[in-house]
């Protein structure tokens, strides 16, 4: 009877922290979403989570940079969250924007898939780009060269724009690899409609820091905005 009365008193006192420790967690983020609301009203935020190493709150803001933010909600810095391993920088940050691309599946993509793949590289890209272009004809080269490239729309001019529709088009279309490909070298493409990733590629552009195209993304979660020859990026990706 002894024993079992410290059980429950054992499990009661455990019970009753875990309930402290989560009220404390759901107070605390209740009181950095204000803070910022209350600092930042010009921008909308999209999630508030901890990071539990660290004892900061990660604030991810719509079209915004990303906040850490301490548990009272009174100091916050803007940029990448570092961690140090050993004599090793690790960028936690770009660590989270690479599990959101990697949680896309490939079907969602446009992919030139290397036959003896080593690696892969996300690009964001604009068929009215002239720079994406560039870096299109390097596709042949990379793919030579063990990397797969995944392509996903980034219309700079936003949803609704005539490159926005144009890429609409490609995705929906019967072959969105050649498609693209012709949309690259400038041809008119035949309108398509159909339920489609774009819009939804796009705002994910912008929430892991896209600004402009091509902005390319490695296995590795290192971002890359801006043009590379393909001698480069072979280069960066260590192959």
């Known amino acids: 009877m002894k024993r079992s009365f410290l059980s429950f008193c054992s499990s009661a006192v ?8 989560s009220a404390t967690v759901f107070a605390d983020q209740a009181a950095v979403l204000s803070a910022i609301q209350t ?3 010009q921008y909308e935020v999209e999630s508030v989570d901890l990071h539990d190493e660290a004892g ?4 991810a803001l719509k079209n915004g940079p990303t906040l850490h933010v301490t548990q009272d909600g009174k100091y916050f810095v803007a940029g990448d969250l570092y961690r140090v391993d050993g004599t090793k920088l690790e960028n936690e940050t770009e660590k989270a924007k690479l599990a959101k691309i990697e949680s896309l599946p490939e079907s969602q993509m446009i992919v030139f898939k290397a036959k003896d793949e080593k690696a892969h590289i996300t690009v964001f890209t604009d068929v009215d780009c002239g720079y994406c272009r560039m870096l299109h004809k390097e596709v042949p080269k990379l793919n030579e060269a063990g990397v797969t490239v995944r392509y996903l729309a980034y ?3 936003g949803i609704g724009s005539e490159t926005y529709t144009k890429m609409v088009s490609v995705w929906c279309s019967a072959d969105p690899k050649e498609w693209l490909a012709q949309a690259k070298l400038g041809a008119e493409i035949p309108e398509n409609k159909c339920v489609n990733p774009v819009a939804d590629q796009y705002k994910l552009g912008n929430e892991v820091g896209v600004r402009g195209t091509p902005s390319i993304v490695l296995e590795s979660g290192e971002f890359l905005p801006g043009y590379l020859p393909a001698a480069e990026l072979v280069k960066r990706l260590g192959l």
């Open 56 to 59: 900061l709150y990660v604030v």
């Open 39 to 41: 600092a930042l009203p």
């Open 155 to 157: 219309p700079r001019a």
């Open 14 to 21: 455990a019970g009753a922290f875990l309930f402290s420790f």
